[in-house]
């Protein structure tokens, strides 16, 4: 295994992330961050209280669960672990920006983007990741991005945070 993101670059990262976000989206008013469900959650809400930090302003977040809209439901052998999805605000009319913690073949983002799109219609849609590592299998391609990370399909990306694995890192491992 191999850190790639300790504790403090991934602070770095995401500080540049929110800026660049604050950037391509002004005025903020309209803005809304939407983390994919679980890491992506916890990436959103940190982006949202840098954006703050940075603007005075408070961009409403919420959590997305895409579990019953992935197109390999038939392909696993059991059934998908649904989360909570939870967007208390409009998002007709909005620019939303879908926050994951690693882009891999966008199998996830298109899922995403159908759950997003039953729930409302967003002026614009954007997505940011933590970790792009490639091996695209559609057409996605993120707009913010904290590191590329080019993989072999035989590497694994770890992302681990503060709320879910008590310890802020990205790690590489051999499969």
Excluded: W
């Excluded at 670059?9 to 939407?34: C, F, K, T, W, Y």
């Excluded at 809209?69 to 909005?94: E, M, W």
């Amino acid at each position: 295994m191999t850190i790639i993101l300790n504790a403090e670059a991934m602070q770095r990262v995401l500080s540049r992330m929110a800026h660049e976000i604050v950037e391509q989206n002004d005025p903020i008013e309209g803005l809304i961050l939407i983390g994919l469900q679980t890491r992506g959650v916890f990436l959103a809400r940190r982006l949202a209280s840098r954006i703050r930090e940075a603007t005075g302003r408070d961009p409403p977040t919420g959590s997305l669960d895409i579990s019953m809209y992935r197109d390999d439901l038939n392909l696993r052998g059991s059934p998908p672990t649904v989360k909570h999805t939870d967007i208390a605000f409009a998002v007709d009319d909005k620019s939303a920006v879908l926050v994951d913690d690693v882009l891999f073949t966008g199998r996830s983002v298109r899922a995403a983007l159908d759950a997003l799109t039953d729930i409302g219609r967003p002026r614009r849609i954007q997505l940011a990741v933590l970790i792009d590592r490639g091996h695209r299998e559609l057409p996605i391609r993120p707009d913010y991005v904290g590191k590329n990370m080019p993989t072999s399909c035989r590497e694994q990306i770890q992302v681990r945070m503060k709320e879910e694995d008590g310890v802020d890192e990205v790690a590489i491992e051999k499969l």
